[in-house]
């Protein structure tokens, strides 16, 4: 299966393109510009050392057109709406997988949520009922993503108004060696996206003796 993502030429876009090529999956880096595009992919594909799926690197409108399903939103907050405002023309029988949070761009460590909630709501608001939208990927930390000689050492909380979307997401997504839970509708979105400035804050604090911390749901032993 081939996949559009957006915004993979920033930190967690790339991650994300590494580990989805080495799993196997066909992966096409967008950019604002098909030279960038193709500028990102070659460096990853040095990066990959024939270890995985070719990755290619397009425009954005080129990405877009050449996925099979899923288009992949990794853009940073200020790009959310003007990408989905195009997007929402071209995504007819595709889903979108929505990594964006909307944090604060002065700090971080503060979310500043759109009038609809959240970045899942906003996007399928903007998109409209007829394409889904599943919000996933938000607490996994892009320097945890680059690492991918190590496994992902966190769970996966993903959120839509789709019950099929979210199931053939967990399937792609499952593809970089994580644990994917269902949290329910977009909504719960609101809580998912906070918790990545929660995150942040914890990771760069002093007070803690960790720095790329995620999630992680544990079943308690004994009980069923």
């Not at 979108?96 to 761009?105: F, R």
């Not at 009038?115 to 607490?139: F, K, M, R």
């Not at 930390?141 to 997401?169: F, Q």
Request: charged content about 20%.
């Amino acid at each position: 299966m081939k996949i559009a993502l957006l915004g993979g030429t920033g930190p967690q876009g790339r991650g994300l393109a590494l580990r989805w090529a080495r799993a196997g999956v066909e992966v096409v880096v967008g950019s604002r510009s098909a030279e960038r595009g193709q500028a990102i992919a070659q460096e990853l594909n040095d990066r990959l050392a024939g270890q995985g799926t070719p990755i290619l690197g397009m425009s954005n409108e080129e990405a877009v057109e050449q996925s099979e399903r899923f288009v992949v939103l990794a853009v940073p907050y200020v790009g959310h709406e003007p990408t989905l405002e195009w997007l929402k023309s071209c995504m007819a029988g595709k889903i979108l997988i929505d990594v964006v949070v909307p944090l604060a761009g002065d700090d971080p460590k503060k979310v500043v949520m759109p009038p609809e909630g959240s970045a899942t709501e906003e996007a399928q608001a903007l998109l409209g009922p007829e394409i889904p939208v599943v919000g996933a990927l938000h607490n996994v930390s892009a320097w945890v993503l680059d690492k991918i000689e190590s496994p992902i050492h966190c769970d996966i909380l993903i959120c839509g108004n789709n019950k099929a979307a979210k199931d053939e997401a967990s399937a792609l997504i499952e593809k970089l060696g994580v644990k994917v839970y269902n949290a329910g509708l977009a909504v719960s979105a609101r809580a998912i996206e906070h918790m990545t400035a929660i995150l942040i804050r914890l990771n760069i604090s002093k007070t803690t003796p960790f720095k790329h911390a995620g999630l992680k749901i544990w079943a308690e032993a004994g009980v069923e």
